[in-house]
Every structure is written in C-alpha cells, then in structure tokens.
C-alpha cells in the first residue's frame, strides 16, 4: 500500500515563504504524477500543482510565478516551494500521487495546514 507523508505546513505572514514536502513509500515504481491540492474551510479542494515523472509541470493560475514544484524520482518525493504567501493560500495541503497499472490509483497524504495571516 502507497503512503505519502507531508510535512512542512505551519503559520507564516503574508509574503513569506514556506516549504512542503512529501515522501512516497511502499511502492517499487515511481508515480506517474506527484502534486498538491489543498482545500479551505467550506471550499471543494483544488489543484496547486502538479508534476510528471519526466518533469512536465502544470500550476493553478493562483499560484503561477509564486509556487514551484519539484520532485526526486529516486527518492520518491515531491517539495511545494511557496513564495509571496497570501491569506487566500491559506488552507489544508495535500500531497497527491498517481500511479497507473492498467487502470488510474490515487493516493493522498493526510494534510498539512498552511496559515497566512499577520
């Protein structure tokens, strides 16, 4: 069974920086795709980002040119660098990894609050 651990969330002021890790285990390929969604209080969650194993990355319109996304094929994770932090970013993050064998399996992380605020 695929676990993904997040780590890094916490309480930073608008237009700092914070950094979200994920680390993938229990699984001998590496998933297809590695990313982040989050969800707000009384919000549907959405996508941050998300990147392939070759590397091709997609952002939300929200965060293009603020977020970075990475990951480490080998080690089997995947990192949010998050600059000019809003109180809008502010929400549970989920790491999400996708891997396909013969059909789509999801797996997601258990959450890591980010809070934006002064």
């Known amino acids: 069974q695929v676990q993904l651990v997040e780590s890094g969330g916490g309480l930073v002021q608008p237009g700092g920086s914070l950094r979200l890790s994920c680390a993938a285990s229990g699984t001998l390929f590496s998933p297809n795709i590695m990313g982040w969604y989050r969800q707000a209080p009384g919000k549907e969650r959405e996508l941050v980002a998300t990147?392939?194993?070759?590397?091709?990355?997609n952002y939300a319109d929200s965060v293009k040119g603020r977020f970075a996304i990475s990951r480490d094929n080998a080690k089997n994770t995947v990192c949010l660098q998050m600059n000019s932090l809003k109180p809008e970013d502010t929400a549970v993050y989920y790491c999400?990894?996708?891997?396909?064998?013969?059909?789509?399996?999801?797996?997601w992380g258990q959450g890591t609050q980010v809070t934006v605020s002064s």
């Open positions: 999400n990894a996708v891997i396909y064998r013969n059909r789509r399996y999801d797996y």
């Open positions: 990147i392939t194993v070759g590397g091709g990355r």
